[in-house]
């Protein structure tokens, strides 16, 4: 895999990419814009210029807001259309490989093929109004209610309902969160067994990975990332998921707690001593 980690946009995408240089990456996933700061054509033209001395092999873009696209109020569903369009825009103005977007919810009384149907019908639009033309990558998620994409049948039907439309579409598949949502991946075997599962339901569209350990409880459907080796994952399953040679060229993203530039590089160094030929 091609390691990389999620980097913080906070101060700006100057210091994104310079954390990114600190800890040797060759890709990264970062969140389209700072906080309440609107980037100028000035700030993307830079971004994509130091990201090409950078030498980064893969940059995923990974939403900023909560999407509602598959909510049954028109109001809800028309603000995340917009949300999207404007950061695909944006993702596309700082040179990214693929978006990366989580489904969300459905609404309560609704069912999951209704908000299916509603999640791809404001996709659409917005990948149509952006002119979005690279990957957007649909991540699992922990599961659980009215949640959408915890399992791989979930992604499937997501992704057949927007397919005929929406170019590149494919998956990212969050390790943290497949654990959360039932799928055990603490061993070399159950890792296989999870890839086995998700190329037979899912096809070559597995387009990217979030190498995450957590200490939630297996089919808790809830989310606490820890670092590599620190949770209840442990090792094995997630070398027998980097040693795959289909996904030499795959970016895998570590997730793990903001807890300074010396505790990434720790896990990055870990991750690529479980798979010494990734990059």
Known sequence: MIIGVHVSVARGYACALAEARALGCRALQMLPYPRHHVPSAADLAAFRAERSLLGLRALLIHSRFVPSMASSDAGRRERSVGHLSRELRLAEGLGADAFVLHAGAYSPG????????LFADSVRRAVREAGWEKPLLIENVPGGGRRMGGTFEELARLQDALAPDVPGLGVCLDTAHAWAAGYDLSSAEGALKFLSRAHRLLGGTVRAFHINDTRALISSHLENHVHLGKGRLGL?????????????????????????????RESLALARRLSPGSD
């Open 236 to 264: 094995e399953g997630l070398k027998a998921l980097l040693d795959r040679s289909e996904f030499s060229d795959t970016p895998g993203i570590l997730e793990t707690p903001r807890e300074g530039l010396e505790a990434d």
């Open 110 to 117: 609704a069912d999951e093929a209704e908000g299916v149907k």
